[in-house]
């Protein structure tokens, strides 16, 4: 049971929202559009140059291509530099290789 106007769930036996006082429906509440959904993530390059990392994020930002650079501010904690892993979403790997690709930062 829940409430359709705030969708908090209840367990059998109450009738009312304690919240806003609605009357409860039976089932579970519709999943919201801005619910959190698992996405798998792919690596397709990884770098210690920061330059590279910036240039890199402002072509994929406009490209609208989801990605996350695990890593990007550990470089700068480790002496020696560390490498930052691109990953991308997994549907959009392709063109995220094509692009880097074209950048030269990968081979064809």
Do not use: W
């Amino acid at each position: 049971m829940y409430c359709p106007k705030c969708k908090a769930e209840y367990r059998e036996g109450f009738s009312n929202c304690a919240d806003c006082g609605a009357d409860l429906v039976n089932g579970q509440p519709p999943e919201s559009e801005d619910a959190l959904h698992y996405v798998e993530m792919v690596e397709v390059f990884s770098t210690y140059n920061p330059g590279d990392i910036a240039f890199i994020k402002s072509v994929l930002d406009g490209e609208e291509i989801h990605y996350y650079f695990q890593g990007e501010n550990t470089n700068m904690l480790v002496a020696t530099g560390a490498y930052a892993r691109l990953l991308v979403q997994e549907d959009q790997v392709e063109r995220a290789r094509e692009i880097l690709q074209e950048l030269e930062f990968l081979e064809k």
